[in-house]
């Protein structure tokens, strides 16, 4: 994608960098010129990814969405440089092109995440519909000479709130551990639901496809609205400026100074607004498993989840932030970029679990849904809640390890 | 409660305890000896606790809640104990009473058990409704000069699917990691909930509303049934055979061996009975927090559930099993008695977590409920799933470690 030099450059392995603690492996450049080069690579990788829709008209249909992600991925690249080394460059035109993309980003990927999130949604309601007893009760039947059953009050009791409770079957060697939370389960729901059973199976399936027509609705929106902004004045004007930084990066007079001078003390201060927020995070909370807090005041409506989940997508952007500097300044800094890797990772899971979950409250609202399907809608909530929850325990566990 | 001499010697400090390896530390006495010392003191505080109901009008009314839990408290031990030590005893009169006291124990608990189980979801949809922010935003609100919001693609973006996410605000120094998960938050539902969060409060207070109802008329109708059972004829047979253990206890001829021979090998087969079914449970996953396991077929009916929660509920009884027969051995037999406390009580939350998520699953099947109550009824039964689940957590760390 990029040419062979910059590669190379870029991402040498960490023993083969003779980093000194001052140059940071940075050569003696200017500073202008390191950040140049990787925004003249982004720009002409965000251009060459445009560039087959216009050109060549002949290549599969499926391609289109890699040239999305690939321009998506070039103008977040592009944007978050030009934010943490803003005083490297004009910021008269600077400014403005970073808003441009963050609007081109957004309108470009906003397709992509409904499909996401539908199919994480599908796959969660899959897993919760499944009769299929991934679990395991490895357990033998009780033995008939182990007349636990007559001693054991609670099972055996007849209980006007509830349905009896059933004993025990012999699962066949159901590999208990199988599968991972994630892992949706073949749908076979309603196969073995007994009694009562029925009216959540079916409130399960009418939750999928009401989720299936809202999102499969919006989905067709951002579509069109991609394609129009597109064809739009304001996408063309996007590609102008692009061009230009794939040329010539406007520079500002602090762009003179010596590239191992300026850019690590730039890439610092990013890596200091990342700690900060993450700092700021409840992490505490968050290392103790099952804290509940995702699930705290579910039922009042957005805000209070809205108002927790803002503090973690900034540090998610603050973390994108953070690992473009790296490829900016081309060396390990001393933070293992697979670290942050695995940070972003779960971030990016915590971002698409909440907003599956507003998007699971949002069809709930839906006028004259049956009962059954708004229950359904109640445990989907809850479950992507907490996949969000999940997330920022792994976050809390690899951030502060 | 019991006499001075059975607590001496039945409670003492491990390091007061002369064990011999052989021995164990049990008196030299028979088998029998041993155990119907234990099974006496025991009936005498069952009829103790039923005295005053009896005997004593002018005890405050409270007490009749305590009478009933000291009696279920004693039954639970000798049944238990006839259960671990039965070839010890006359099986053709222990085994009907066995039975006959997990009837009383399940008879005279129920009412108790509904008063709880309806504590328990009122006090997890307060949590659920709360609009209090007690996972707290420590973060202050983005600075004037960090325009991140201009770039940050996400929650700007108008979203026909959800309402527009909100800025963060300043959180006054809410303390992070602040309160447990099973804390219930002061009841302020709907006081925050801006934007589309009526309609949840709403549903909230219903789902209250209704468990109330149902609940209540259980624990009404299981308060007639003990008033009921407590006057007849069975019941006092019942009595009349706890007395008969009072004075004496019917023994098999193999109670003659000595006390040091017999009973250790009991309390070990009844400790092998535990660690195999807990060894079949699936430890290893309950091990890795959000396994998902519990929530798992959750919209399929209770079948899968229950045949997840029989094998654990089952541990629960093995290991109540297991407690007494220290209780009668009197001495630390190496297993922590603390540790078999604390797993106790842990199997003791998964039980009733499970059992309420079931009474909340029988609620939504209301004929003519509101979307939103079933919809709050969704993340509730959700939410205890996941005290199960969480519960299951600390039994695994606590017995795996």
């Known amino acids: 994608m990029r040419g062979g030099a910059g590669v190379a450059q870029r991402h040498p392995d960490a023993a083969a960098t003779p980093a000194g603690p001052t140059t940071g492996g940075l050569p003696d450049r200017e500073a202008g010129a390191v950040l140049g080069q990787y925004l003249r690579e982004e720009a002409t990788a965000f251009l060459r990814a445009l560039a087959p829709r216009e050109g060549e008209p002949g290549r599969p249909q499926d391609d289109t969405a890699e040239t999305g992600r690939q321009m998506r991925r070039s103008a977040r690249r592009i944007a978050g440089t030009l934010h943490t080394f803003g005083s490297l460059t ?106 009562g059973g029925g009216p959540l199976a079916v409130g399960a399936a009418r939750a999928g496809a009401l989720l299936e027509r809202q999102l499969t609705l919006a989905r067709t929106r951002a579509h069109s609205a991609a394609l129009q902004a597109m064809g739009s004045s304001r996408f063309h004007a996007v590609v102008d400026a692009v061009a230009v930084l794939a040329s010539e990066v406007p520079l500002s007079p602090a762009a003179r100074k010596p590239a191992a001078t300026v850019l690590p003390l730039l890439a610092e201060q990013a890596h ?122 792994a976050f809390a566990h690899l951030w502060t390890r």
Chains 1, 2 share one sequence.
């Open 90 to 195: 004009d910021p008269g035109w600077a400014d403005p092109l970073r808003g441009e993309l963050g609007w081109l980003t957004d309108t470009l990927g906003r397709e992509h995440r409904y499909a996401a999130r539908l199919g994480r949604l599908i796959g969660a309601l899959q897993r919760l519909a499944s009769a299929e007893d991934t679990a395991g009760v490895p357990a033998a039947p009780l033995p008939a000479d182990d007349d636990l059953g007559l001693w054991l009050p609670v099972p055996a009791a007849p209980d006007p709130a509830a349905p009896p409770a059933s004993l025990p079957e012999p699962v066949a060697a159901a590999a208990h551990a199988a599968g991972s939370r994630r892992s949706p389960a073949p749908p076979q729901a309603g196969e073995r639901g007994g009694a």
């Open 272 to 393: 200091a607004r990342l700690t900060e927020a993450a700092a700021a995070l409840p992490l505490t909370r968050a290392r103790h498993p099952y804290n509940g807090e995702t699930l705290h005041a579910a039922l009042t409506g957005e805000l209070p989840a809205e108002r927790q989940d803002a503090a973690w997508n900034r540090v998610r952007v603050l973390l994108r932030l953070r690992r473009y500097t790296q490829e900016v300044l081309a060396y390990d800094d001393g933070e293992s970029a697979a670290r942050l890797a695995a940070a972003a990772r779960v971030l990016e899971q915590h971002r698409e679990a909440a907003e599956a979950a507003a998007a699971v409250t949002a069809a709930a609202r839906t006028p004259r849904i049956a009962p059954a399907t708004a229950y359904a809608l109640g445990v989907l909530h809850a479950d992507q809640r907490l996949e969000a929850e999940a997330a920022r325990y």
